[in-house]
C-alpha cells in the first residue's frame, strides 16, 4: 500500500494516484480534511484510525510520498482553555514526529525538516549560491532611505485567506519608502536587497533530479509574478553544472527528497537564489514545460525505473 499524506484542493495528487490507480496499486490518501480519531504508537510501529473509517497500519505501508504535513488529532478540536489547548498542540506535535520517522523508515519522497527561509538562505551562501542580503526589522528607521531598493516578503508562509465575496493573500512586494515614511514601527519584516532581473527562475527538485522552468514578463514592475499570471511566459531551462550541483547539495544537507526552489537570473546570466518551497507547486509548472512530473513520482512510488 502506497499511503499519501495531502489535502483535499491539490491536483498533483490527484494525477500521481490516476497513474498508481492504473497500475492497480493500492493507495490510502489522508488528506487536510480528515481526523485521527485513535491512535497507538510504540517505538517500532503506529496503527491510526480516522473519521472516515481508514485504518492505518505502518506494517501494510510499502511507500510514502508526503505531499502535505496535516495530522490532526479529534482531542485538539474539544474545547479547552488557551493554555490547555497549546499543551495539547505540543504534545500532538511530538507525536506526529515520531510518525514520520516510521514512515521515514518506508522510503519513498519524504520531507522531515522544513528549515528556515534565513537558516537555507546562510547555507546556500556556504555552498557558493549567490544571496541577496537581507535584514529583518520591525522601525523604518533602521531601512535605507531609498525607493525601489527592497523587496518585503514573507518570514515562513504566505498568509492566505478565502471566503464566498473575497480572497486575500500576501504577496513579495517592492517596498514603497514614500508611502510608508509614516510608519514609525511595524511588526518584524523580513527585507531583501532588490535584484535586477532578467527572469525569475523555479527549480522543481525530486530526488536527486531538477527541473528548471523560467518565468518571464516585459512588465518590469511586477515582483510577483502570481499577481499577474496573464503577462509572464513560461520556458524550460538548461541549469548550469556548477548551480545544479550546489542545488543538491543545499537539498541533501536539509534531508529534503523534495522542493521547489526560487532564483532570479540576472541580465548578465548570474543566479541568485532566493528561497526553498518544500511544499512548492509544481503541476502547473510541470505541464507548461511537459515535464511530467507527476509521472516521476509515480516512478519512485511504484518502483518502476
Not at 44 to 66: G, H, M
Not at 215 to 233: A, Q
Request: net charge neutral; proline share 2%; aromatic share 14%.
Amino acid at each position: 500500500m502506497i499511503l499519501i499524506l495531502s489535502e483535499k484542493a491539490d491536483a498533483a495528487t490527484d494525477f500521481v494516484i490516476d497513474w498508481l490507480m492504473m497500475d492497480g496499486i493500492k493507495v490510502l490518501r489522508i488528506d487536510d480534511d480528515t481526523t485521527i480519531n485513535h491512535i497507538f504508537l510504540n517505538a517500532d510501529r503506529f496503527e491510526l484510525e480516522t473519521d472516515k473509517n481508514q485504518i492505518i497500519k505502518s506494517e501494510n505501508i510499502e511507500k510514502v510520498w508526503i505531499r502535505r504535513r496535516h495530522l490532526y488529532h479529534s482531542g485538539l478540536f474539544n474545547k479547552h482553555k488557551k493554555h490547555i489547548q497549546r499543551y495539547l498542540q505540543s504534545e500532538w506535535n511530538t507525536i506526529k514526529k515520531e510518525i514520520y520517522r516510521i514512515l521515514a523508515l518506508k522510503g519513498g519522497i519524504i520531507n522531515i525538516a522544513e528549515p528556515s527561509k534565513l537558516t537555507v538562505l546562510e547555507e546556500a551562501k556556504k555552498l557558493g549560491l549567490n544571496i541577496s542580503d537581507f535584514f529583518i526589522t520591525d522601525r523604518l528607521d533602521d531601512v535605507p532611505k531609498a525607493n525601489d531598493q527592497f523587496i518585503v516578503k514573507a518570514i515562513k508562509d504566505v498568509y492566505f485567506s478565502q471566503t464566498r465575496k473575497n480572497t486575500c493573500q500576501t504577496y513579495t512586494e517592492s517596498f514603497d519608502f514614500e508611502n510608508n515614511n509614516n510608519l514609525d514601527s511595524f511588526f518584524p519584516t523580513l527585507f531583501q536587497n532588490k535584484i535586477d532581473n532578467l527572469f525569475d527562475l523555479k527549480v522543481i527538485f525530486l530526488k536527486g533530479k531538477s527541473w528548471a522552468v523560467g518565468i518571464y514578463t516585459d512588465n518590469k514592475s511586477v515582483v510577483d509574478f502570481r499577481k499577474k499570471y496573464n503577462l509572464v511566459r513560461y520556458f524550460s531551462w538548461k541549469l548550469p553544472e556548477k548551480i545544479e550541483e550546489s542545488i543538491h547539495l543545499l537539498m541533501n544537507n536539509f534531508a529534503l527528497d523534495f522542493g521547489v526552489l526560487d532564483f532570479v537570473v540576472t541580465p548578465d546570466y548570474e543566479y541568485y537564489f532566493l528561497e526553498i518551497n518544500p511544499w512548492g507547486q509544481f503541476m502547473g509548472l510541470s505541464i507548461k514545460c511537459n515535464y511530467n512530473i507527476d509521472y516521476e513520482i509515480y516512478k519512485i512510488l511504484s518502483n518502476k525505473k
